[in-house]
């Protein structure tokens, strides 16, 4: 059973960090390029960031570059996303994905962790 558990999510004032992890569990997650999305109140679910298998990043939106930086550590099975200058717009729940680059492309949704900014 594949399970994907965010973490580190909480209110913070803005110009602070958060880092967020996602921890995976029931799969090989070195097959699996790892994303970030977010979906703030009324809005669509947006991609913040993707980190390839072997580590490098792509996807960055424009909203979040230079502040937001994603990374991995496949030997934890763990994804993080370190989120420095914050901002009142970055306020939402945060996903992590996972998507198998190696066999069938399944793709798989952790549960979100709440971001808010805000003094």
């Known amino acids: 059973q594949v399970q994907l558990v965010e973490s580190g999510g909480g209110l913070v004032q803005p110009g602070g960090s958060l880092r967020l992890s996602c921890a995976a569990s029931g799969l090989i997650f070195s097959n699996y390029a790892m994303s970030w999305y977010r979906q703030a109140p009324g809005k669509e679910r947006e991609l913040v960031v993707s980190i390839k298998r072997s580590g490098g990043s792509t996807d960055l939106a424009d909203s979040v570059k230079g502040r937001f930086t994603i990374s991995r550590d496949n030997a934890k099975k763990t994804v993080y996303l370190q989120m420095d200058s914050l901002k009142p717009e970055d306020t939402a729940v945060y996903y992590c994905?996972?998507?198998?680059?190696?066999?069938?492309?399944?793709?798989?949704w952790g549960q979100g962790t709440q971001v808010t900014v805000s003094s």
């Open positions: 994905k996972a998507r198998n680059m190696v066999l069938n492309s399944r793709e798989y």
